[in-house]
């Protein structure tokens, strides 16, 4: 059968190149006039849709099951023309499936990223925290996202997958290319491919040698029949790939996002700066407010209407693309008091949507915070004469669905 498209409405917002240096405004802009348009953003990703972004529209949409993710990103795809590419088996996981396959998912993924499992990283984490802050001793400047926001979660996959230091170009996919070139915070077919063949021989190597303790290891016992009663259900083959490439790809946008945007937070901040060196135990609010502030995820993962819904006196018909702003929804006035303030001691940062709302909610939040946490810590208590370089402009990602800034340059003395 021929799948249903519903027609684009008459007037399509089209965004330019530089949209993302005015995305607050831009998206102030639309919450006040409904909260809802149908947009498409410039770039190399093809990104077009509704988008939300009041807070409570976007939050009851997270949750609504009428917005199905089941396939969404191949279903795009064809609507703008695409085929499915090699790399496409890569995103059959459960950020791109409706229940029951993403109940099932999950719970057998949840069991492999217990609370357990992510506070025990503490002690493998602050070690490379502080080999990255060792490396920038004695210098005078540094470029952040290359040099510690990056390498990070780069070196956390490594060892929550078993990898080696000789694979940091297959897991480093922010780039969009595996020689480290700048990107829009996108997996090329090719990056993904590469990564896709990695990670089959590593799951075959853990399969032959398994340790018991790694993330892929957890994955690979994930749903088997312990108690003897017959009811193992085991993930197959290509979910355990698929899995693990989006756990790989997702953890680490994000974080990346995170700490580099919370640098750049405190630094424009130096009132926030101060109060938080005054009294370190602040930095779990501190961490909050920046994924509330610049949220790492600038939209949701890709939705699309499997029936008629109505948003702000608009209807989205069946078939329509839906995206969801996270950026937008975490300056909406109506929620967060003064919203274009950053303020560590916020009361009501915890409300924010950087990592979803439902069934979606993201599974490496946890870890994302851990990450963050010592992250930022850390770099504050090395350098106290940390500050932005005078050379640096904010420039950031053009990709909407990133909220990132392509560098971060700062004086360390």
């Known amino acids: 059968m021929r799948e249903r498209?519903?027609?684009?409405?008459?007037?399509?917002?089209?965004?330019?190149?530089?949209?993302?240096?005015?995305?607050?405004?831009?998206?102030?802009?639309?919450?006040?006039?409904?909260?809802?348009?149908?947009?498409?953003y410039p770039g190399p990703a093809a990104v077009e849709g509704w988008v939300v972004t009041?807070?409570?529209?976007?939050?009851?949409?997270?949750?609504?099951?009428?917005?199905?993710k089941n396939r969404a990103a191949q279903r795009f795809g064809r609507h703008v023309g695409l085929t499915e590419g090699p790399g496409a088996?890569?995103?059959?996981?459960?950020?791109?499936?409706?229940?029951?396959?993403?109940?099932?998912?999950?719970r057998l993924v949840q069991k492999a990223f217990t609370a357990r499992r992510t506070a025990s990283l503490r002690p493998m984490i602050e070690p490379?925290?502080?080999?990255?802050?060792?490396?920038?001793?004695?210098?005078?400047?540094?470029?952040?996202?290359?040099?510690?926001?990056?390498?990070?979660?780069?070196?956390?996959?490594?060892?929550?997958?078993?990898?080696?230091?000789?694979?940091?170009?297959?897991?480093?996919?922010?780039?969009?290319?595996?020689?480290?070139?700048?990107?829009?915070?996108?997996?090329?077919?090719?990056?993904?491919?590469?990564?896709?063949?990695?990670l089959r021989a590593l799951i075959a190597?853990?399969?032959?040698?398994?340790?018991?303790?790694?993330?892929?290891s957890a994955l690979l016992t994930a749903g088997d029949d312990e108690d003897g009663d017959g009811d193992g259900d085991a993930l197959t083959e290509d979910e355990i790939t698929s899995m693990s490439f989006l756990l790989v790809v997702a953890g680490h946008q994000t974080t990346v996002n995170l700490v580099a945007n919370g640098v750049h937070a405190l630094l424009t901040?130096?009132?926030?700066?101060?109060?938080?060196?005054?009294?370190?135990?602040?930095?779990?609010?501190?961490?909050?407010?920046?994924?509330?502030?610049?949220?790492?995820?600038g939209l949701a993962s890709l939705r699309y209407?499997?029936?008629?819904?109505?948003?702000?006196?608009?209807?989205?018909?069946?078939?329509?693309?839906?995206?969801i702003s996270l950026l937008g929804a975490d300056r909406d006035p109506a929620v967060f008091a003064d919203p274009d303030r950053f303020d560590i001691?916020?009361?009501?940062?915890?409300?924010?949507?950087?990592?979803?709302?439902?069934?979606?909610?993201?599974?490496?939040?946890?870890?994302?915070?851990?990450?963050?946490?010592?992250?930022?810590?850390?770099?504050?208590?090395?350098?106290?004469?940390?500050r932005l370089h005078e050379t640096h402009g904010a420039r950031w990602q053009s990709n909407p669905r990133h909220r990132g800034l392509l560098s971060l340059p700062v004086r360390l003395r």
């Not at 088996?89 to 999950?106: E, K, Q, V």
């Open 128 to 198: 490379f925290v502080t080999g990255l802050l060792d490396a920038l001793d004695g210098r005078d400047e540094a470029e952040l996202i290359s040099e510690f926001a990056l390498p990070l979660p780069v070196a956390v996959a490594f060892e929550l997958f078993g990898a080696t230091d000789a694979d940091h170009e297959i897991l480093q996919v922010r780039g969009n290319t595996l020689d480290g070139g700048q990107g829009d915070g996108e997996v090329s077919v090719f990056t993904a491919e590469s990564m896709a063949s990695y």
């Open 54 to 68: 009041g807070h409570a529209q976007a939050k009851a949409l997270l949750a609504d099951p009428r917005l199905s």
């Open 5 to 40: 498209r519903a027609p684009h409405p008459k007037h399509v917002h089209v965004l330019d190149a530089d949209w993302q240096d005015h995305a607050h405004e831009i998206y102030g802009d639309w919450r006040r006039d409904g909260g809802i348009r149908y947009v498409r």
């Open 269 to 297: 901040h130096p009132d926030q700066l101060g109060a938080l060196r005054a009294d370190p135990t602040r930095i779990h609010g501190a961490v909050e407010e920046v994924l509330r502030y610049e949220s790492p995820s």
């Open 205 to 216: 190597l853990k399969r032959e040698n398994p340790d018991g303790e790694g993330l892929l």
């Open 89 to 106: 088996a890569m995103f059959s996981h459960m950020l791109n499936a409706d229940p029951p396959d993403h109940t099932r998912l999950r």
């Open 345 to 386: 001691g916020r009361a009501d940062a915890g409300r924010h949507l950087a990592f979803g709302h439902g069934i979606h909610h993201c599974l490496g939040a946890p870890l994302a915070r851990l990450q963050g946490e010592i992250a930022l810590t850390g770099i504050i208590e090395r350098f106290p004469r940390l």
């Open 305 to 323: 209407a499997t029936e008629p819904i109505t948003v702000g006196g608009v209807t989205i018909r069946e078939g329509d693309f839906v995206q």
